[in-house]
């Protein structure tokens, strides 16, 4: 159950579903991990919220929503398009919004690959940096972000559990 059988793909509406379940299940853990309280990871509305979410971005025609397949069943996506918030150059930076993989397969692979195909879209797109915002309290995704050569800049905005998201960029350049 290695890297060689993983497959990336395009995420259509068939796969919301799967997508939505691997956002949770990925992101109970995180939470868990950073010792987010219960209550806060167990939000009523968050399941409908994320549903509505993924289905815009792989409806958006300016968003790419890949899915990362093993035997087919999605076992993590990713979400990138252009900078979502002001203070970011479209002409020259790409945001990843989320990549998301079941814990289950943590360690094979499967980010690894997510992650090369938001790098290859930098690419395509001639744009020169990525960015994207981890929970402070996610050490897991900071150090996998940092394996890949991002570093944060200086950048935080409000995040759950009294903490922040921090930014980290990419220069593609580097990678």
Known sequence: M????????????????AIVDVH???????????RLPQAEIDDPGGL???????????ESGEKTVLCALQA?????AVAMG?????????????????????PSHWGQGVGGQLHAAFVQFLREGQL???????????????AFYT???WKPDGHRRP?????????MRLDVTAA
Do not use: C, F
């Open 2 to 17: 290695g890297m060689a059988n993983i497959s990336i793909q395009p995420a259509g509406l068939s796969d919301l579903d």
């Open 24 to 34: 949770i299940q990925a992101r109970t853990a995180y939470y868990r991990a950073g």
């Open 48 to 58: 409908v919220h994320r549903r509505k979410a993924w289905a815009r971005a792989i």
């Open 72 to 76: 087919d069943k999605v076992v993590g």
């Open 82 to 102: 252009p900078p979502l918030r002001h203070g970011a150059d479209a002409a020259t930076v790409g945001e990843l919004y989320q990549i998301h993989v079941l």
């Open 128 to 142: 020169p940096t990525g960015q994207v915002e981890a929970w402070e309290q996610n050490h897991r995704a900071q």
């Open 147 to 149: 394996r890949y050569g």
């Open 159 to 167: 995040g759950p559990g009294h903490s922040s998201y921090i930014r």
